[in-house]
C-alpha cells in the first residue's frame, strides 16, 4: 500500500524559513513533488525532482526561496523554504508519479503552513 507522509508545517513570521519532509512507502516513483492549495483555488505546483536525474522544476513564485531535495536511500523528498511570506500560507500536499504515468498519481494528506505576525 502506497502511503505518503508530510510533515514539517506550521505558523512562521514572515521572512522565516521552514522545512517540509514527506516519507514514501510502498513503492518507487519516477518523480515527486510539492504542490499547496488555499480555500477557494486550486491546487498548484510550487516544486518537483525527478527520481534519477534529480531534476527539478520551481513555480516562478517560490523560485530562489525554496528549495526541494530527496533523498532516494529513506525515500524521502524534502522542501526547504526560506524567506517566507504571507502569500505563501497554504496547505501543501505532497506528490508522487508512479512509474509511466505522466501525471502525479499518489498524494498525501497535506501539511498546513501559515506565515503571519
Known amino acids: 500500500q502506497v502511503q505518503l507522509k508530510e510533515s514539517g508545517g506550521g505558523l512562521v513570521q514572515p521572512g522565516g524559513s521552514l522545512r517540509l519532509s514527506c516519507a514514501v512507502s510502498?513503492?518507487?516513483?519516477?518523480?515527486m513533488a510539492w504542490y499547496r492549495q488555499t480555500p477557494g483555488n486550486e491546487r498548484e505546483l510550487v516544486a518537483s525532482?525527478?527520481?534519477?536525474?534529480?531534476?527539478?522544476n520551481y513555480a516562478d513564485s517560490v523560485k530562489g526561496r525554496f528549495t526541494i531535495s530527496r533523498d532516494n536511500a529513506k525515500n524521502t523528498v524534502y522542501l526547504q523554504m526560506n524567506s517566507l511570506k504571507p502569500e505563501d500560507t497554504a496547505l501543501y500536499y505532497c506528490?508522487?508519479?508512479?512509474?509511466?504515468?505522466?501525471?502525479?498519481?499518489?498524494w498525501g494528506q497535506g501539511t498546513q503552513v501559515t506565515v503571519s505576525s
Open positions: 510502498g513503492a518507487l516513483f519516477s518523480a
Open positions: 506528490a508522487a508519479r508512479s512509474v509511466g504515468r505522466n501525471e502525479f498519481n499518489h
Open positions: 525532482i525527478t527520481r534519477l536525474s534529480s531534476t527539478t
